[in-house]
């Protein structure tokens, strides 16, 4: 069984362009959820995502945001970047929300 | 919110060591995790233990819910053992997103 697979590995930008990373989850999986990673620091709760709609976000400004798609795959956008947007972004999902999360192994985001 | 708390913050061991880390959590919850996250980022699962004591070879977990918190257990600790160890918890299925406490990391020394 596939895991949980994150795109691209690795990211660079520049502050104000926009960053789309990308999540597929494990099959049969509908609940997708993103985290950001701060340099030694915790995770933070960005966004869930279950059966296409957003059931819950964290505290993050709109910039922030993202989709599900019809095959539970998702999608984080982040717009008008900034440098401390620079993180590792990791996605988990689950077969249905409490039941354990499983996650991949991120995308590095660097803003320059 | 719920508020997750571990200890130690950091500890530092010599290979064959053993350790318990702790998770402590404020309200009840219908989902406990226990995350290895290695030296690549990597967040690899342990145990999903809401109540009571699993074992997977030299891990071992205990949640005692009613008490509200988590211990993990390594023995016999590895090099391979380093990173960091997280605990989360969601309080409920209805809505509530899962909260990461803010992780134990653990060297261990040849």
């Known amino acids: 069984e596939a895991g949980v697979t994150q795109s691209p590995t690795h990211l660079i930008k520049t502050r104000g362009q926009q960053a789309t990373l990308r999540c597929s989850p494990i099959s049969g999986h509908t609940s997708v959820y993103w985290y950001q990673q701060a340099l030694g620091l915790g995770l933070q709760f960005l966004l869930w995502?279950?059966?296409?709609?957003?059931?819950n976000r964290g505290n993050f400004p709109p910039r922030f945001s993202g989709r599900q798609f019809p095959n539970y795959s998702s999608e984080l956008n982040v717009n008008a970047l900034e440098l401390e947007d620079s993180a590792l972004y990791l996605c988990a999902s689950s077969s249905w929300h409490g039941s354990p999360l499983h996650f991949g192994n991120g995308t590095r985001l660097t803003v320059t | 919110g719920i508020q997750v708390e571990q200890s130690p913050p950091d500890l530092i061991l010599q290979e064959g060591a053993n350790s318990t880390l702790r998770c402590n959590f404020s309200d009840s919850v219908n989902n406990l995790q226990w995350f290895h996250q290695n030296p690549w980022g990597q967040l690899i699962n342990l145990f999903y233990?809401?109540?009571g004591t699993k074992q997977n070879g030299r891990l071992s977990a205990t949640t005692v819910a009613t008490e509200r918190y988590s211990l993990l257990y390594i023995s016999s600790s590895q090099t391979t053992d380093s990173g960091v160890y997280f605990c989360a918890v969601v309080r409920d299925n209805y809505g509530q997103n899962f909260v990461f406490g803010p992780g134990t990391r653990l060297s261990v020394l040849p």
């Open positions: 233990i809401p109540s």
């Open positions: 995502y279950d059966e296409g709609e957003e059931r």
